[in-house]
């Protein structure tokens, strides 16, 4: 086993994927805090922020795209395997490189068709806040450049567990 420490890329990398993992859990403790506040100043002042509905939504969408995009660096997310680990290995390598080069397809559609809405918000304000309303459309375009990046990681995970023999009956190969 190589014991020299991981290069820069690694490190950044893996700093990245740390970062997206505390901030997605950052906004979900804010998430519950504000909508807690914002209950008990409804209820018990009759009075609640203008922006008590906006703020939560947008860091709503912010903590769940970021946590996609950490789940798919970790190969996390949902798929279907059980027919996949029957197949040998040649064939199952094919097979994963397709299905990730759907998903980068798939992905890279919606960040193209993200571009012209930001586009368009992006001089837009809320009236609660007075951001711009591209702040609940940037999560989208960010979280499918990271997750391009990294299912092409993970195609380069399936090609390094396949040439070291990893794809064997019963395990499911390509870093998941």
Do not use: C
Request: a positive charge; zero cysteines; proline letters at 5%.
């Amino acid at each position: 086993m190589d014991a020299s420490p991981p290069g820069f890329w690694a490190r950044f990398d893996r700093a990245v994927e740390m970062f997206l993992y505390y901030a997605s859990a950052m906004l979900l403790l804010a998430i519950a805090t504000l909508v807690i506040g914002i209950v008990v100043t409804r209820y018990f002042f009759a009075q609640s922020p203008i922006w008590g509905e906006d703020v939560p939504r947008i860091l709503f969408i912010w903590m769940t795209y970021l946590g996609i995009a950490v789940a798919t660096k970790r190969g996390q997310n949902l798929r279907v395997t059980f027919i996949l680990e029957k197949v040998p290995p040649r064939p199952r390598l094919a097979l994963e490189l397709i299905m990730h080069a759907i998903v980068i397809a798939m992905i890279a559609t919606i960040a193209w068709h993200s571009w012209p809405v930001l586009q368009l918000t992006w001089g837009m304000r809320q009236f609660s806040t007075g951001w711009t309303m591209a702040v609940s459309f940037i999560p989208f375009t960010l979280a499918a450049v990271l997750m391009i990046v990294y299912t092409l990681q993970l195609m380069r995970q399936s090609v390094r567990d396949y040439q070291a023999g990893l794809y064997q009956a019963g395990q499911t190969g390509g870093g998941h």
